[in-house]
């Protein structure tokens, strides 16, 4: 039970430091015209630092306790609070309410895809502040799922494949003549 104190103690302060810096950019940032740049700013920003600081610390392996507590205070909490969906979604209800349909979904198209577009910075960037193997093991976890499209590999696979006696990968020797085309079963990783 102490460490679920802890736990909820660490998110507390992260989304109360979170909500404040929030406040702050609704009073810096100008309103205009286009009522929503206090909200874009924070939900693209947010997303942008949330894929960096999750790939930083997530993706290297097993949390640690020291990543454990950084997760909870910065991510949950401090970007949990400085983030805000739900303000989005007023403004978008207020826009849809007083007949700007157009504009209002245009604003959660741009938040949408910027947010999107921010995140992935985030993880490649993330990659980057992890060192040198930090880029190739977040390029190695998209192969994981696509293949590798430059050199026709097979996807690695998530779980261990069996070998054959000398060591190699079962299906190692089904590779695809060159200047095939990477499609097909030898491709894939399936076996006929």
Same mark, same amino acid.
Not at 2 to 13: E, G, Y
Not at 146 to 163: K, M, Q
């Given at each position: ?82 983030? $805000? ?58 192969? $994981? $799922? ?47």
């Amino acid at each position: 039970m102490p460490s679920l104190l802890r736990d909820v103690c660490l998110v507390a302060l992260g989304g109360a430091v979170g909500s404040v810096a929030r406040w702050g950019v609704a009073h810096v940032l100008p309103t205009g015209s286009f009522g929503h740049w206090p909200t874009f700013a924070v939900n693209v920003l947010g997303a942008l630092l949330l894929g960096l600081l999750l790939e930083a610390l997530t993706r290297p392996g097993p949390e640690t306790p020291r990543a454990h507590t950084v997760r909870l205070l910065v991510g949950t909490g401090a970007l949990g609070g400085f983030t $805000t969906y739900s303000t989005f979604a007023q403004e978008l209800w207020d826009g849809v309410s007083s007949g700007a349909t157009g504009p209002a979904l245009g604003y959660a198209g741009l938040t949408l895809v910027s947010g999107l577009l921010a995140a992935a910075l985030g993880m490649i960037l993330g990659a980057r502040v992890r060192g040198p193997g930090g880029a190739r093991a977040a390029e190695q976890a998209l192969d $994981t $799922t696509a293949g590798d499209t430059r050199t026709g590999a097979p996807a690695a696979s998530a779980t261990a494949s069996p070998t054959t006696p000398g060591g190699l990968p079962a299906g190692a020797d089904e590779q695809p003549p060159a200047g095939s085309s990477s499609t097909g079963p030898a491709s894939s990783g399936e076996h006929r």
